[in-house]
T-cell receptor
């Protein structure tokens, strides 16, 4: 069952912040975040494993709330290069470490000058 | 930096024809995947492959599809008799271990006429 992402789309001005949410109806083992630009492959951003950790690099960070079965991606002081569609991919393996990722429908982020 | 490569970048075929999409995963990776993305939609899992066999497949991956790792470096997806609805971008991905991130190749755009 695919995770639900919100919002579907967001438009920002350069320098503004955004939060993208990803929630699952099933217990999550891990959440993977990717950014995809038009006509290109998804590019890995970060992986969050079960345990409620928060991760980040540069001005992009993410949190993972295992109990709520959701993850959020935080983009601060957005840059033009952040534009693209953001996908979360979820792993719901109970055994830990499944084979596949199930992706949400994506959040289209547009950053304008 | 090592990367996943895919050939061809674009394949045009007639309905009913067979196509083979090729991928070279990152060399020390052990888990291999095929995903597809219909234009404007989310990334969908097709199949995962580990230890020279399919470990999981989706409902999309019916008898018309097959995968092979013929020589220890290439990973191929074959569609035996293409249908119009097979038109999509096909991404290969690989990961070193099940707790690691998946890296995507640049994709092959398949157009079935």
């Amino acid at each position: 069952q695919q995770p639900v992402q919100s919002p579907q789309a967001v438009i920002l001005r350069e320098g503004e912040d955004a939060v993208i949410n990803c929630s699952s109806s099933k217990a999550l083992y891990s959440v993977h975040w990717y950014r995809q630009k038009h006509g290109e492959a998804p590019v890995f951003l970060m992986i969050l494993l079960k345990g409620g950790e928060q991760k980040g690099h540069d001005k992009i960070s993410a949190s993972f709330n295992e109990k709520k079965q959701q993850s959020s991606l935080y983009l601060t002081a957005s840059q033009l290069s952040y534009s693209g569609t953001y996908f979360c991919g979820t792993d719901t393996s109970l055994a830990g470490g499944s084979e596949k990722l199930v992706f949400g429908k994506g959040t289209k982020l547009t950053v304008n000058p | 930096e090592p990367e996943v490569t895919q050939t061809p970048s674009h394949q045009v075929t007639q309905m009913g024809q067979e196509v083979i999409l090729r991928c070279v995963p990152i060399s020390n990776h052990l888990y291999f995947y095929w995903y597809r993305q219909i234009l404007g939609q989310k990334v969908e899992f097709l199949v995962s492959f580990y230890n020279n066999e399919i470990s999981e497949k989706s409902e999309i991956f019916d008898d018309q599809f097959s995968v092979e790792r013929p020589d220890g470096s290439n990973f191929t997806l074959k569609i035996r008799s293409t249908k119009l609805e097979d038109s999509a971008m096909y991404f290969c991905a690989s990961r070193r271990g099940i707790y690691n991130e998946q890296f995507f190749g640049p994709g092959t755009r398949l157009t079935v006429l």
